[in-house]
Protein backbone atom coordinates (compact mmCIF):
# COMPACT_ATOMS: atom_id res chain seq x y z
CA UNK A 1 0.00 0.00 0.00
CA UNK A 2 1.57 2.99 -1.41
CA UNK A 3 1.55 5.86 1.82
CA UNK A 4 -1.05 8.63 0.75
CA UNK A 5 1.39 12.22 -0.65
CA UNK A 6 -1.25 14.37 -0.74
CA UNK A 7 1.22 17.47 -2.03
CA UNK A 8 1.88 14.89 -4.77
CA UNK A 9 -2.21 14.09 -5.49
CA UNK A 10 -2.53 17.54 -5.48
CA UNK A 11 -0.03 18.33 -7.70
CA UNK A 12 -1.09 15.06 -9.99
CA UNK A 13 -4.44 16.72 -10.22
CA UNK A 14 -3.58 19.82 -11.12
CA UNK A 15 -1.83 18.75 -14.34
CA UNK A 16 -4.95 16.70 -15.20
CA UNK A 17 -7.32 20.12 -14.62
CA UNK A 18 -4.27 22.29 -16.27
CA UNK A 19 -5.02 19.63 -19.70
CA UNK A 20 -8.80 20.09 -19.19
CA UNK A 21 -8.40 23.94 -19.24
CA UNK A 22 -6.97 24.28 -21.95
CA UNK A 23 -8.92 21.93 -24.20
CA UNK A 24 -11.86 23.51 -22.46
CA UNK A 25 -10.58 27.17 -23.60
CA UNK A 26 -9.11 25.84 -27.00
CA UNK A 27 -5.87 26.89 -25.61
CA UNK A 28 -3.48 24.71 -27.97
CA UNK A 29 -0.37 26.62 -26.54
CA UNK A 30 -1.46 25.55 -23.37
CA UNK A 31 -2.19 22.14 -23.93
CA UNK A 32 1.13 22.03 -25.15
CA UNK A 33 2.72 23.43 -21.95
CA UNK A 34 1.75 20.93 -20.11
CA UNK A 35 3.54 18.31 -21.78
CA UNK A 36 7.39 17.80 -21.03
CA UNK A 37 10.00 19.33 -23.55
CA UNK A 38 11.80 15.75 -24.36
CA UNK A 39 11.58 14.46 -27.58
CA UNK A 40 9.91 11.20 -26.53
CA UNK A 41 7.05 13.45 -25.09
CA UNK A 42 3.65 12.21 -26.78
CA UNK A 43 -0.06 11.90 -26.83
CA UNK A 44 -2.17 8.73 -28.03
CA UNK A 45 -5.85 9.19 -28.75
CA UNK A 46 -6.84 5.46 -29.21
CA UNK A 47 -10.36 3.46 -29.49
CA UNK A 48 -9.61 1.12 -26.74
CA UNK A 49 -11.26 -1.52 -28.70
CA UNK A 50 -8.04 -0.94 -31.55
CA UNK A 51 -6.03 -1.56 -28.43
CA UNK A 52 -6.99 -4.67 -26.78
CA UNK A 53 -7.11 -6.09 -30.20
CA UNK A 54 -3.38 -5.36 -30.71
CA UNK A 55 -4.14 -2.44 -33.53
CA UNK A 56 -1.89 0.47 -32.83
CA UNK A 57 -3.59 2.96 -35.08
CA UNK A 58 -4.91 5.81 -33.49
CA UNK A 59 -7.69 8.60 -34.08
CA UNK A 60 -4.47 11.21 -33.48
CA UNK A 61 -0.65 9.34 -33.13
CA UNK A 62 1.35 12.47 -31.98
CA UNK A 63 4.27 10.36 -30.94
CA UNK A 64 6.79 12.78 -30.50
CA UNK A 65 7.35 16.15 -29.40
CA UNK A 66 7.59 17.82 -33.18
CA UNK A 67 3.91 16.42 -33.98
CA UNK A 68 2.78 17.58 -30.42
CA UNK A 69 4.20 21.23 -31.88
CA UNK A 70 2.29 20.23 -35.04
CA UNK A 71 -0.84 19.81 -33.66
CA UNK A 72 -0.96 23.06 -32.06
CA UNK A 73 -0.53 24.26 -36.14
CA UNK A 74 -3.40 22.45 -37.69
CA UNK A 75 -5.55 24.10 -35.01
CA UNK A 76 -4.16 27.17 -34.54
CA UNK A 77 -3.61 27.82 -38.46
CA UNK A 78 -4.27 24.70 -41.13
CA UNK A 79 -7.87 24.30 -39.76
CA UNK A 80 -8.98 27.49 -39.03
CA UNK A 81 -12.82 28.15 -40.58
CA UNK A 82 -13.00 25.10 -41.90
CA UNK A 83 -15.29 23.12 -39.28
CA UNK A 84 -18.28 24.09 -37.57
CA UNK A 85 -16.94 24.63 -34.15
CA UNK A 86 -17.81 22.83 -30.91
CA UNK A 87 -17.11 23.55 -27.19
CA UNK A 88 -16.16 20.93 -24.77
CA UNK A 89 -16.31 20.51 -21.45
CA UNK A 90 -13.93 17.47 -19.73
CA UNK A 91 -14.80 15.74 -16.21
CA UNK A 92 -11.64 14.34 -15.16
CA UNK A 93 -10.64 11.83 -12.26
CA UNK A 94 -7.53 10.37 -10.84
CA UNK A 95 -8.40 6.83 -10.81
CA UNK A 96 -4.73 5.33 -9.77
CA UNK A 97 -1.11 6.08 -9.93
CA UNK A 98 2.23 4.80 -9.04
CA UNK A 99 5.90 5.87 -9.13
CA UNK A 100 7.80 4.48 -11.69
CA UNK A 101 11.43 5.92 -10.35
CA UNK A 102 12.30 8.85 -9.12
CA UNK A 103 11.62 11.28 -12.06
CA UNK A 104 8.58 9.43 -13.55
CA UNK A 105 4.87 8.54 -12.21
CA UNK A 106 2.31 6.79 -13.90
CA UNK A 107 -1.52 7.89 -13.48
CA UNK A 108 -4.80 6.34 -14.64
CA UNK A 109 -7.30 8.56 -15.10
CA UNK A 110 -10.88 8.46 -16.24
CA UNK A 111 -12.18 10.88 -18.24
CA UNK A 112 -15.70 11.76 -19.81
CA UNK A 113 -16.07 14.74 -22.68
CA UNK A 114 -19.33 16.98 -23.00
CA UNK A 115 -19.61 18.49 -26.78
CA UNK A 116 -21.56 20.90 -27.66
CA UNK A 117 -22.07 22.13 -31.41
CA UNK A 118 -22.43 26.47 -31.69
CA UNK A 119 -24.84 25.71 -34.54
CA UNK A 120 -26.69 23.03 -33.02
CA UNK A 121 -26.53 24.40 -29.40
CA UNK A 122 -27.68 20.85 -28.37
CA UNK A 123 -24.91 19.13 -25.59
CA UNK A 124 -23.87 15.52 -25.89
CA UNK A 125 -21.39 12.85 -25.30
CA UNK A 126 -18.51 13.31 -27.11
CA UNK A 127 -16.53 10.30 -25.51
CA UNK A 128 -15.76 8.66 -22.39
CA UNK A 129 -12.68 6.65 -21.69
CA UNK A 130 -9.51 6.58 -19.25
CA UNK A 131 -5.99 8.46 -19.77
CA UNK A 132 -3.18 6.62 -19.04
CA UNK A 133 -0.24 8.92 -18.46
CA UNK A 134 3.54 8.58 -17.68
CA UNK A 135 3.84 12.12 -15.70
CA UNK A 136 7.80 13.65 -15.86
CA UNK A 137 8.72 15.02 -12.55
CA UNK A 138 10.99 17.80 -13.28
CA UNK A 139 13.94 19.17 -11.07
CA UNK A 140 11.79 22.39 -10.04
CA UNK A 141 9.37 20.32 -9.25
CA UNK A 142 7.07 20.44 -11.77
CA UNK A 143 5.11 17.84 -13.02
CA UNK A 144 4.73 17.28 -17.12
CA UNK A 145 3.02 14.52 -19.35
CA UNK A 146 5.85 12.38 -20.71
CA UNK A 147 3.08 10.13 -22.34
CA UNK A 148 -0.56 10.57 -22.79
CA UNK A 149 -2.79 8.02 -24.17
CA UNK A 150 -6.44 8.72 -24.04
CA UNK A 151 -7.93 5.33 -24.79
CA UNK A 152 -11.55 5.48 -25.86
CA UNK A 153 -14.27 3.50 -24.34
CA UNK A 154 -16.16 5.26 -27.44
CA UNK A 155 -15.23 2.82 -30.69
CA UNK A 156 -17.47 5.25 -32.75
CA UNK A 157 -16.93 8.67 -32.49
CA UNK A 158 -20.27 10.97 -32.81
CA UNK A 159 -18.39 13.41 -34.93
CA UNK A 160 -15.18 14.20 -36.11
CA UNK A 161 -12.82 15.16 -33.54
CA UNK A 162 -10.74 18.78 -34.20
CA UNK A 163 -9.37 19.21 -30.84
CA UNK A 164 -7.72 16.39 -28.67
CA UNK A 165 -9.37 14.08 -26.15
CA UNK B 1 -41.86 -1.75 -55.14
CA UNK B 2 -43.49 1.40 -53.97
CA UNK B 3 -43.89 4.23 -56.53
CA UNK B 4 -42.38 7.03 -55.16
CA UNK B 5 -43.34 10.89 -55.90
CA UNK B 6 -40.31 13.05 -56.83
CA UNK B 7 -39.66 14.19 -60.54
CA UNK B 8 -36.25 14.40 -61.24
CA UNK B 9 -35.07 17.66 -63.39
CA UNK B 10 -34.32 16.81 -66.74
CA UNK B 11 -30.90 18.67 -66.43
CA UNK B 12 -27.89 15.59 -65.72
CA UNK B 13 -26.20 18.39 -63.64
CA UNK B 14 -29.14 18.87 -61.19
CA UNK B 15 -30.17 16.39 -58.09
CA UNK B 16 -32.96 17.25 -56.38
CA UNK B 17 -32.27 18.02 -52.43
CA UNK B 18 -35.37 16.09 -51.39
CA UNK B 19 -33.93 13.15 -52.28
CA UNK B 20 -31.16 13.74 -49.42
CA UNK B 21 -34.25 14.34 -46.63
CA UNK B 22 -37.26 11.78 -47.24
CA UNK B 23 -37.89 9.66 -45.11
CA UNK B 24 -39.93 7.45 -47.85
CA UNK B 25 -37.44 8.11 -49.82
CA UNK B 26 -35.10 6.58 -47.66
CA UNK B 27 -37.12 3.55 -47.02
CA UNK B 28 -37.38 2.49 -50.62
CA UNK B 29 -33.53 2.93 -50.96
CA UNK B 30 -33.32 0.31 -48.42
CA UNK B 31 -35.52 -1.89 -50.91
CA UNK B 32 -34.38 -1.52 -54.11
CA UNK B 33 -30.80 -0.85 -53.11
CA UNK B 34 -29.19 -1.91 -50.47
CA UNK B 35 -31.24 -5.26 -50.78
CA UNK B 36 -31.64 -4.61 -54.56
CA UNK B 37 -28.82 -5.77 -56.90
CA UNK B 38 -25.89 -4.18 -55.76
CA UNK B 39 -22.08 -5.79 -53.72
CA UNK B 40 -21.68 -4.24 -51.00
CA UNK B 41 -17.78 -4.64 -49.67
CA UNK B 42 -18.41 -5.56 -45.56
CA UNK B 43 -14.46 -6.75 -44.75
CA UNK B 44 -11.02 -7.32 -45.97
CA UNK B 45 -9.89 -11.07 -45.58
CA UNK B 46 -6.61 -9.18 -43.90
CA UNK B 47 -9.23 -8.05 -40.96
CA UNK B 48 -9.18 -11.45 -39.81
CA UNK B 49 -5.78 -13.08 -40.67
CA UNK B 50 -5.79 -16.08 -38.42
CA UNK B 51 -7.58 -19.48 -38.12
CA UNK B 52 -10.61 -18.77 -36.29
CA UNK B 53 -10.77 -15.08 -36.28
CA UNK B 54 -13.63 -13.22 -36.82
CA UNK B 55 -15.67 -9.52 -37.42
CA UNK B 56 -18.98 -8.39 -36.95
CA UNK B 57 -21.33 -5.52 -39.40
CA UNK B 58 -24.30 -4.63 -39.62
CA UNK B 59 -24.66 -3.99 -43.14
CA UNK B 60 -27.94 -1.30 -43.30
CA UNK B 61 -29.27 -2.76 -40.05
CA UNK B 62 -28.52 -6.38 -41.08
CA UNK B 63 -26.20 -8.31 -38.74
CA UNK B 64 -23.27 -10.32 -40.03
CA UNK B 65 -20.52 -12.46 -39.09
CA UNK B 66 -17.30 -12.90 -41.03
CA UNK B 67 -15.45 -15.88 -39.64
CA UNK B 68 -12.15 -17.84 -40.64
CA UNK B 69 -12.47 -21.34 -40.17
CA UNK B 70 -9.53 -23.78 -38.87
CA UNK B 71 -8.83 -24.95 -42.38
CA UNK B 72 -8.24 -20.64 -43.12
CA UNK B 73 -11.43 -20.45 -45.00
CA UNK B 74 -13.54 -16.81 -44.74
CA UNK B 75 -16.89 -17.26 -44.69
CA UNK B 76 -20.29 -14.48 -44.67
CA UNK B 77 -23.29 -15.56 -42.50
CA UNK B 78 -26.29 -13.66 -40.91
CA UNK B 79 -25.06 -13.17 -37.50
CA UNK B 80 -28.56 -14.65 -36.16
CA UNK B 81 -29.06 -18.04 -34.29
CA UNK B 82 -30.70 -20.25 -36.94
CA UNK B 83 -33.21 -21.43 -34.17
CA UNK B 84 -35.08 -18.60 -32.60
CA UNK B 85 -32.89 -15.48 -34.59
CA UNK B 86 -31.11 -14.37 -31.69
CA UNK B 87 -28.07 -12.64 -32.60
CA UNK B 88 -25.25 -14.86 -32.18
CA UNK B 89 -21.85 -13.04 -31.64
CA UNK B 90 -21.84 -9.57 -29.94
CA UNK B 91 -18.06 -9.14 -29.76
CA UNK B 92 -16.67 -6.46 -33.00
CA UNK B 93 -13.71 -8.55 -33.53
CA UNK B 94 -12.04 -11.78 -31.68
CA UNK B 95 -10.64 -15.43 -32.44
CA UNK B 96 -13.49 -18.20 -31.96
CA UNK B 97 -13.74 -21.57 -33.80
CA UNK B 98 -17.14 -21.85 -32.25
CA UNK B 99 -20.07 -19.46 -31.73
CA UNK B 100 -22.51 -20.87 -28.98
CA UNK B 101 -25.96 -18.99 -28.87
CA UNK B 102 -26.81 -18.28 -24.92
CA UNK B 103 -30.43 -18.18 -25.67
CA UNK B 104 -30.83 -22.15 -26.06
CA UNK B 105 -26.94 -23.19 -26.52
CA UNK B 106 -27.24 -24.09 -29.50
CA UNK B 107 -23.43 -24.22 -31.06
CA UNK B 108 -21.70 -23.71 -34.42
CA UNK B 109 -18.88 -23.80 -35.75
CA UNK B 110 -16.82 -21.42 -38.54
CA UNK B 111 -18.04 -23.70 -41.23
CA UNK B 112 -21.91 -22.27 -39.94
CA UNK B 113 -23.16 -25.82 -39.45
CA UNK B 114 -24.59 -26.57 -35.80
CA UNK B 115 -22.25 -29.08 -33.91
CA UNK B 116 -24.58 -29.05 -30.74
CA UNK B 117 -28.12 -28.23 -29.90
CA UNK B 118 -29.37 -29.89 -25.86
CA UNK B 119 -32.33 -31.82 -25.43
CA UNK B 120 -33.13 -32.10 -29.22
CA UNK B 121 -35.10 -35.20 -28.21
CA UNK B 122 -37.95 -32.59 -27.41
CA UNK B 123 -37.82 -31.23 -30.89
CA UNK B 124 -39.97 -32.09 -33.73
CA UNK B 125 -39.83 -35.40 -34.89
CA UNK B 126 -36.83 -35.73 -37.34
CA UNK B 127 -34.90 -33.19 -36.34
CA UNK B 128 -32.10 -33.08 -38.26
CA UNK B 129 -29.22 -30.81 -36.85
CA UNK B 130 -27.95 -30.45 -40.98
CA UNK B 131 -30.74 -29.01 -41.74
CA UNK B 132 -29.97 -25.63 -39.02
CA UNK B 133 -26.66 -24.40 -40.51
CA UNK B 134 -26.74 -20.66 -40.12
CA UNK B 135 -27.82 -18.57 -42.63
CA UNK B 136 -25.63 -17.14 -45.48
CA UNK B 137 -26.43 -14.20 -47.88
CA UNK B 138 -24.36 -14.39 -51.18
CA UNK B 139 -20.81 -13.27 -51.18
CA UNK B 140 -17.52 -12.67 -53.04
CA UNK B 141 -14.33 -11.58 -52.91
CA UNK B 142 -11.90 -9.49 -55.26
CA UNK B 143 -8.18 -9.95 -53.66
CA UNK B 144 -9.20 -10.13 -50.49
CA UNK B 145 -12.32 -7.53 -50.15
CA UNK B 146 -15.25 -9.55 -49.08
CA UNK B 147 -18.69 -8.11 -50.95
CA UNK B 148 -22.25 -9.14 -49.74
CA UNK B 149 -25.38 -9.09 -51.72
CA UNK B 150 -28.56 -9.05 -50.68
CA UNK B 151 -30.39 -9.82 -53.63
CA UNK B 152 -30.45 -12.94 -55.64
CA UNK B 153 -31.00 -11.73 -58.78
CA UNK B 154 -27.43 -9.43 -58.86
CA UNK B 155 -24.87 -10.10 -61.41
CA UNK B 156 -21.54 -11.69 -60.75
CA UNK B 157 -19.07 -9.45 -58.29
CA UNK B 158 -16.82 -9.70 -62.10
CA UNK B 159 -19.79 -7.77 -64.07
CA UNK B 160 -20.42 -5.64 -61.11
CA UNK B 161 -16.89 -4.34 -60.53
CA UNK B 162 -15.96 -3.79 -64.33
CA UNK B 163 -13.54 -1.57 -65.29
CA UNK B 164 -12.90 -0.49 -62.00
CA UNK B 165 -10.71 -3.45 -61.50
CA UNK B 166 -7.46 -2.13 -61.86
CA UNK B 167 -7.85 0.60 -60.04
CA UNK B 168 -9.33 -1.31 -56.79
CA UNK B 169 -6.53 -4.26 -57.53
CA UNK B 170 -3.61 -1.36 -57.46
CA UNK B 171 -5.08 0.32 -54.67
CA UNK B 172 -5.06 -3.31 -52.50
CA UNK B 173 -1.35 -3.26 -53.13
CA UNK B 174 -1.39 -4.64 -56.34
CA UNK B 175 -1.95 -8.51 -54.99
CA UNK B 176 -4.54 -8.24 -51.54
CA UNK B 177 -2.12 -9.01 -49.35
CA UNK B 178 -2.47 -6.46 -46.72
CA UNK B 179 -1.78 -6.43 -43.37
CA UNK B 180 -4.38 -4.81 -40.83
CA UNK B 181 -2.96 -1.52 -38.80
CA UNK B 182 -6.74 -0.66 -37.08
CA UNK B 183 -10.16 1.38 -37.27
CA UNK B 184 -11.21 5.08 -37.09
CA UNK B 185 -15.20 4.81 -36.70
CA UNK B 186 -17.32 7.68 -36.51
CA UNK B 187 -20.80 8.45 -37.56
CA UNK B 188 -21.42 11.76 -39.69
CA UNK B 189 -24.92 13.35 -39.49
CA UNK B 190 -25.50 13.05 -43.19
CA UNK B 191 -27.81 11.34 -45.16
CA UNK B 192 -25.63 8.04 -46.88
CA UNK B 193 -25.71 9.99 -50.10
CA UNK B 194 -24.76 13.58 -49.08
CA UNK B 195 -20.77 11.59 -47.37
CA UNK B 196 -20.69 9.23 -50.64
CA UNK B 197 -21.47 12.43 -52.92
CA UNK B 198 -18.40 14.30 -50.71
CA UNK B 199 -15.73 11.55 -49.86
CA UNK B 200 -14.48 10.69 -52.79
CA UNK B 201 -14.40 13.58 -54.73
CA UNK B 202 -12.14 16.81 -53.34
CA UNK B 203 -12.21 19.85 -54.17
CA UNK B 204 -9.02 21.51 -53.91
CA UNK B 205 -10.43 24.50 -52.48
CA UNK B 206 -11.81 23.37 -49.52
CA UNK B 207 -8.13 21.84 -48.23
CA UNK B 208 -6.12 25.28 -47.24
CA UNK B 209 -3.54 22.64 -46.00
CA UNK B 210 -2.57 22.08 -49.03
CA UNK B 211 -1.77 25.84 -49.51
CA UNK B 212 0.01 26.23 -46.28
CA UNK B 213 1.83 22.63 -46.89
CA UNK B 214 2.98 24.02 -50.53
CA UNK B 215 1.54 20.88 -51.82
CA UNK B 216 0.47 21.06 -55.70
CA UNK B 217 -2.18 18.28 -56.66
CA UNK B 218 -0.66 15.73 -58.71
CA UNK B 219 -1.86 15.27 -62.87
CA UNK B 220 -4.68 12.48 -63.41
CA UNK B 221 -7.39 11.09 -64.47
CA UNK B 222 -11.38 10.33 -63.22
CA UNK B 223 -13.80 8.04 -64.67
CA UNK B 224 -17.19 6.11 -64.22
CA UNK B 225 -17.04 2.28 -64.69
CA UNK B 226 -20.15 0.20 -65.37
CA UNK B 227 -23.78 1.00 -65.05
CA UNK B 228 -23.56 2.06 -61.45
CA UNK B 229 -21.14 4.85 -61.81
CA UNK B 230 -18.25 3.68 -59.48
CA UNK B 231 -15.88 6.45 -59.45
CA UNK B 232 -11.93 5.60 -59.95
CA UNK B 233 -9.39 8.54 -60.04
CA UNK B 234 -5.94 7.47 -60.52
CA UNK B 235 -3.10 10.33 -59.98
CA UNK B 236 0.54 11.08 -59.69
CA UNK B 237 1.77 11.76 -56.61
CA UNK B 238 2.97 14.67 -55.67
CA UNK B 239 5.06 15.07 -53.04
CA UNK B 240 5.72 18.20 -51.06
CA UNK B 241 8.96 19.92 -52.20
CA UNK B 242 10.90 23.02 -50.11
CA UNK B 243 9.45 24.45 -46.90
CA UNK B 244 6.66 23.21 -44.78
CA UNK B 245 4.81 24.68 -41.68
CA UNK B 246 5.40 20.97 -40.43
CA UNK B 247 8.03 20.07 -38.06
CA UNK B 248 7.56 16.37 -38.33
CA UNK B 249 7.63 16.03 -42.42
CA UNK B 250 6.97 12.39 -42.01
CA UNK B 251 3.07 12.61 -42.01
CA UNK B 252 3.44 13.99 -45.69
CA UNK B 253 6.39 11.56 -46.59
CA UNK B 254 6.32 9.02 -49.10
CA UNK B 255 8.62 5.86 -48.78
CA UNK B 256 6.90 3.51 -51.31
CA UNK B 257 7.39 2.85 -55.04
CA UNK B 258 5.55 4.14 -57.28
CA UNK B 259 4.79 7.80 -57.38
CA UNK B 260 3.56 8.09 -61.07
CA UNK B 261 -0.10 6.74 -60.14
CA UNK B 262 0.49 7.17 -56.63
CA UNK B 263 -2.64 8.46 -55.45
CA UNK B 264 -5.69 6.53 -56.47
CA UNK B 265 -9.26 6.67 -54.99
CA UNK B 266 -12.29 4.02 -55.97
CA UNK B 267 -15.60 4.93 -54.68
CA UNK B 268 -17.90 2.28 -55.58
CA UNK B 269 -21.70 2.48 -55.78
CA UNK B 270 -23.91 2.86 -53.69
CA UNK B 271 -21.53 3.41 -50.07
CA UNK B 272 -17.75 2.32 -50.36
CA UNK B 273 -14.83 4.52 -50.70
CA UNK B 274 -11.76 3.61 -50.94
CA UNK B 275 -8.39 5.35 -50.89
CA UNK B 276 -4.37 4.77 -51.41
CA UNK B 277 -2.54 7.99 -50.58
CA UNK B 278 0.64 8.69 -49.90
CA UNK B 279 1.53 5.42 -48.09
CA UNK B 280 -1.99 5.54 -46.78
CA UNK B 281 -4.24 2.28 -47.67
CA UNK B 282 -7.33 3.21 -46.89
CA UNK B 283 -11.11 1.12 -46.81
CA UNK B 284 -13.90 2.74 -45.56
CA UNK B 285 -16.59 0.99 -45.03
CA UNK B 286 -20.11 2.68 -44.76
CA UNK B 287 -23.50 2.30 -43.93
CA UNK B 288 -26.65 4.02 -43.61
CA UNK B 289 -27.95 4.00 -39.65
CA UNK B 290 -30.97 6.05 -40.65
CA UNK B 291 -31.72 9.06 -43.31
CA UNK B 292 -30.02 11.73 -40.99
CA UNK B 293 -26.92 9.01 -39.98
CA UNK B 294 -23.93 7.26 -41.94
CA UNK B 295 -21.47 5.04 -40.00
CA UNK B 296 -18.24 4.90 -41.63
CA UNK B 297 -16.00 2.37 -40.05
CA UNK B 298 -12.40 3.65 -41.86
CA UNK B 299 -10.13 0.30 -41.97
CA UNK B 300 -6.41 1.33 -42.31
CA UNK B 301 -3.72 -1.50 -44.18
CA UNK B 302 -0.46 -1.90 -44.61
CA UNK B 303 1.15 -4.32 -46.92
CA UNK B 304 2.41 -7.71 -45.90
CA UNK B 305 5.68 -7.68 -47.77
CA UNK B 306 6.71 -4.15 -45.76
CA UNK B 307 9.33 -4.40 -43.19
CA UNK B 308 9.23 -2.72 -40.02
CA UNK B 309 10.58 0.86 -40.52
CA UNK B 310 7.72 0.84 -43.16
CA UNK B 311 4.59 -0.30 -41.27
CA UNK B 312 5.55 2.27 -38.30
CA UNK B 313 5.52 4.97 -40.81
CA UNK B 314 2.63 3.81 -42.35
CA UNK B 315 1.05 3.94 -39.09
CA UNK B 316 1.84 7.40 -38.30
CA UNK B 317 0.53 8.89 -41.19
CA UNK B 318 -2.63 6.44 -41.24
CA UNK B 319 -3.28 7.86 -38.20
CA UNK B 320 -2.78 11.80 -39.03
CA UNK B 321 -3.67 12.14 -42.52
CA UNK B 322 -7.22 10.83 -43.90
CA UNK B 323 -9.73 10.35 -41.37
CA UNK B 324 -11.91 12.36 -39.59
CA UNK B 325 -9.27 13.52 -37.49
CA UNK B 326 -6.68 14.01 -40.26
CA UNK B 327 -4.58 16.75 -41.47
CA UNK B 328 -6.11 17.15 -44.82
CA UNK B 329 -9.34 15.59 -44.27
CA UNK B 330 -11.28 16.71 -40.76
CA UNK B 331 -12.55 19.75 -43.11
CA UNK B 332 -14.70 16.92 -45.56
CA UNK B 333 -16.04 15.58 -42.38
CA UNK B 334 -17.44 18.96 -41.39
CA UNK B 335 -18.86 19.26 -45.32
CA UNK B 336 -20.60 16.06 -45.18
CA UNK B 337 -22.67 18.01 -41.84
CA UNK B 338 -23.29 20.89 -43.44
CA UNK B 339 -23.89 19.77 -46.73
CA UNK B 340 -26.70 17.57 -45.20
CA UNK B 341 -28.51 20.56 -43.44
CA UNK B 342 -28.13 22.56 -46.52
CA UNK B 343 -29.96 19.91 -48.32
CA UNK B 344 -32.99 20.45 -46.05
CA UNK B 345 -33.54 23.81 -48.30
CA UNK B 346 -35.89 23.54 -51.41
CA UNK B 347 -34.28 23.02 -55.17
CA UNK B 348 -31.59 21.28 -56.48
CA UNK B 349 -28.23 20.41 -55.42
CA UNK B 350 -26.28 21.67 -59.07
CA UNK B 351 -22.89 20.95 -60.14
CA UNK B 352 -20.87 22.75 -62.60
CA UNK B 353 -17.18 21.81 -63.06
CA UNK B 354 -16.92 19.92 -65.59
CA UNK B 355 -19.88 19.71 -67.09
CA UNK B 356 -20.00 20.41 -70.81
CA UNK B 357 -23.44 20.03 -72.04
CA UNK B 358 -25.82 19.77 -69.19
CA UNK B 359 -28.59 17.14 -71.59
CA UNK B 360 -25.31 14.39 -71.70
CA UNK B 361 -23.65 12.54 -69.34
CA UNK B 362 -19.99 11.57 -69.98
CA UNK B 363 -17.74 9.21 -68.75
CA UNK B 364 -14.29 10.43 -68.29
CA UNK B 365 -13.17 13.55 -66.29
CA UNK B 366 -10.65 15.58 -65.57
CA UNK B 367 -9.21 14.69 -61.89
CA UNK B 368 -10.33 17.92 -60.18
CA UNK B 369 -14.21 18.06 -62.15
CA UNK B 370 -17.17 17.54 -59.77
CA UNK B 371 -19.21 15.89 -62.68
CA UNK B 372 -17.86 12.41 -61.82
CA UNK B 373 -20.28 12.14 -59.88
CA UNK B 374 -22.94 12.12 -62.35
CA UNK B 375 -23.33 8.63 -63.89
CA UNK B 376 -23.82 7.42 -60.61
CA UNK B 377 -26.59 9.85 -59.85
CA UNK B 378 -27.93 8.86 -63.36
CA UNK B 379 -28.03 5.20 -62.13
CA UNK B 380 -29.65 6.07 -58.78
CA UNK B 381 -32.09 7.90 -60.40
CA UNK B 382 -32.80 4.57 -63.06
CA UNK B 383 -32.87 2.29 -59.79
CA UNK B 384 -35.12 4.56 -57.67
CA UNK B 385 -37.81 5.07 -60.36
CA UNK B 386 -37.90 8.39 -60.65
CA UNK B 387 -38.91 9.96 -64.10
CA UNK B 388 -36.97 12.99 -65.57
CA UNK B 389 -38.49 16.08 -66.00
CA UNK B 390 -39.42 16.62 -70.19
CA UNK B 391 -37.35 19.37 -71.58
Not at chain 2, 50 to 59: E, S, V
Request: aromatic share 12%; with cysteine.
Amino acid sequence: MTQTDTALEAALDALLLADSSALDGKDMEGWLANYAEEDEASYICRSAENSENGLALGFMYDDCRSRLEDRVTFVNDIWVGTFQDYRTRHFVQRVAYQRVDASTISMRSNFSVFMTPTDSGITQVLAAGQYLDTIRLEKAGALKLLSRRAELDTSVLPRYLVYPI
Amino acid sequence: MTEIGLTWPKNFNEVPKAAFTRKDIYAEEMKRIFFGQEWHPVAHESELPNPGDFKTFRLAGVPLLIARDREGVVRVFYNACSHRGNQLETAVMGNKTEFECPYHRWLFDAKGDLVGCPNHRDFLPGFDKSDYPLAQPRFDSFYGLIFVTLSAETETLTEFLGDSQNTLRELLGGDGRLKLLGYQKVRYDSNWKSYTDNDGYHAPLLHQAFKLLNWQGGKGRQFAATKHGHICFESALSVVSGPTVLKDASLIAFKGQDPSVGSRIVSLFPTFVSTKHLDVINLRFATPVDEETVEVHYAYFAHQDDDEDMVLHRLRQSSNLLGPCGLISMEDASIFHRIHIGNHTPGNAIFQKGVHDQSKLESEFLQNDESGNLPRWEYYRSVMGFERAEA
